[in-house]
């Protein structure tokens, strides 16, 4: 089988006395998975944690298969771009999504240093959010063998049940 990628170990961080979570896959990156202690905060806020003269990118998620970079993100009206996903174009921009039911995606590029934060919930995971987002990386030179994937939190099946047009999708997404 070859050089394969160790099963992701996961810590709580603290930062003003509030949790969040790493990915040690992600470990080359400064990134979390924010918990619910963080909701009232934005994203010009949150990127306090990691470096505050970052610029920070959000979208105006719409639960689609849109994946964006930073100079795409515009301000429409009262929101910014619609979309589900942003792929940085440099090292240097910190990037961000929200969930609470939904799938957060974290996508580092190890070679580029470039990053991608996706909101996968089970309407862009039916139109293929994350292998979008995986597309904008390899549409600019990055290789698949230098991505490194972690899911974040997302609720369960114990908690969430799902209808059949609901379900219905998943047959010919995988196929």
């Not at 921009?93 to 996706?118: E, H, K, M, N, S």
């Not at 600019?140 to 047009?165: C, F, H, K, W």
Request: aromatic content about 10%; some cysteine; charged content about 15%.
């Amino acid at each position: 089988m070859g050089d394969m990628t160790p099963l992701q170990q996961w810590q709580w961080q603290i930062w003003q006395d509030q949790p969040y979570l790493t990915c040690d896959l992600l470990a080359p990156w400064r990134h979390g998975f924010f918990t619910q202690q963080f909701a009232p905060q934005m994203p010009e806020n949150l990127v306090q944690v990691f470096d505050p003269d970052l610029p920070a990118f959000r979208v105006k998620q719409v639960h689609g298969n849109t994946v964006l970079s930073p100079s795409e993100i515009t301000w429409e009206g009262e929101h910014f771009s619609p979309a589900d996903g942003i792929v940085s174009a440099a090292e240097s921009q910190a990037v961000f999504v929200a969930t609470a039911d939904c799938t957060p995606v974290l996508i580092g590029d190890v070679a580029t240093g470039r990053v991608a934060a996706v909101h996968a919930g089970w309407r862009g995971t039916a139109q293929r959010i994350v292998p979008e987002a995986i597309q904008k990386f390899l549409n600019t030179d990055s290789r698949l063998e230098n991505l490194r994937v972690a899911m974040g939190p997302a609720i369960s099946g114990e908690v969430y049940q799902v209808s059949t047009e609901v379900r219905s999708p998943w047959g010919r997404v995988w196929v």
